[in-house]
């Protein structure tokens, strides 16, 4: 898999699913495209209005913390974000966004700055900053992993399979 688009950088650390997507969103309704244009609106309430189809969402440390609801990478997914990228996530957020098809990139965000245009290979495991003419180190994702990014996620994983396909 290899994902192309500019950066949209937020440089904290511990950013919630309720910053992710906002309680007040998330309870109104189940319309993902609709929670989508409130994708972190609490952190930049013109977010939305800024990102173009395969960009990227960087953030800091523990990306996702909170709460366990899948609202948080179905609605940055929905909202056209090809991936996210952060120093690190918090373990359930990590494991939603594979379970609903979001690819989340492990690596060093300290080089890549907003507006940076990027280019990811989930497979190889790296990070190429186009703009600063770098590459970052990131591990490459399992293969089994890239095969449930790429067929939409766990549940049109299992549709498609029957189960894991381990091969």
Sequence with gaps: MLLTGNA???NL??????YIISGKYKFKTLDMKELAKHVM???DPEFYSKINEGD????GNNFGCGSSREQAPLAIKNAGISAVIAKSFARIFYRNAINTGLP????????????DRLEVDLKKGVVRNITKNI???TNPLPS??????NDGGL???FRKYGGFNLE
């Design 13 to 18: 650390d511990d950013i919630n699913t309720d």
């Design 104 to 115: 989340v990139v492990e690596c060093d965000t300290d080089k890549i700055e907003a507006g």
């Design 8 to 10: 949209h950088k937020f």
């Design 41 to 43: 609106e609490d952190l």
């Design 135 to 137: 590459e970052i180190k």
């Design 56 to 59: 990227f969402i960087v953030a």
């Design 144 to 149: 089994v992993m890239i095969k449930i990014l």
């Design 155 to 157: 549940a049109a994983h």
